[in-house]
């Protein structure tokens, strides 16, 4: 969503107040007119994640519109929380829940350094924390470990992601199908090629998708390419992986994904390493 699709007018000023850390005349239009904090924005074009969203929502920048945050984003956030509460009780669990995912998956947060803040303000307030897939799946690693310190649940892929050799012991033993399945992606997409390795010793598929906790629309072995590592390709192909397995989302096989991110990485080692798999996939194919 783009700041312009909003054809709210009163929504949109009250955006914009957000957006530019203007909290008295925030609070000036929740208190004349507390359908704001109340309703959700009706955005019948857009699909989604944001689809419908209620204004407690734009404080993260997730989806990206302005690529900041205003200086003073944990009082904007707090007098949403309060005027959710005051006009809004019955969406406001609803509405903080749904923020701290948005806080917590998003790119702007953590590069304006207010994620854990803002995270720990959430759960003040209601929230309380479930697995930290949502951040790793998004490279938000501070925020996982900063999430599982305050109560969240440890995970096989969150043990494998974050490199918990003890809880990786623990919850090895015990982890069922589904479980080593998603552990088996978050290795992938980090490029953890000795991760990959102990879980497909385990029993786990490098076929496949998973349709929860982790990446959803490609395979094991889209997600090793997508982390650059030439290591975790060679094993998921070695156990089997399949080369012309393509994705939900473009319909990409691992080679095309090789290949379309050289174009897009500006970083020359990166981008090197992507050629370097790209070859590897080829002479694969051609044996």
Known sequence: MRTSDIDDPLFLEAVLAIDSGNIARLEQLIQAHPELIKKRLLTPNEEGYFKDPYLMWFIADNPIRNHKL?????????LLIKSARQFANDSYQKQVNYTFSLVETGRIPRECGVQNDLLDLLMENGVIPGDVHGALTHGNLEAAKHILKRGGKMTLAAAVCLDRADDINELQPGANQDDKQVALMAAAFYGQADKVKMLLKSGANPNGYVDHGFHTHATFLHQAVSSGSLDTVKRLLDAGASRDATD??????????????????????KKENYRTIENYLRARIDK
């Open 248 to 269: 939900k989302t473009y319909g990409g096989t691992p080679l095309g994904w090789a290949m379309y991110m050289q174009t897009e990485e500006t970083d020359e080692e």
């Open 70 to 78: 205003p200086e003073n984003i944990m009082e904007v956030t707090r």
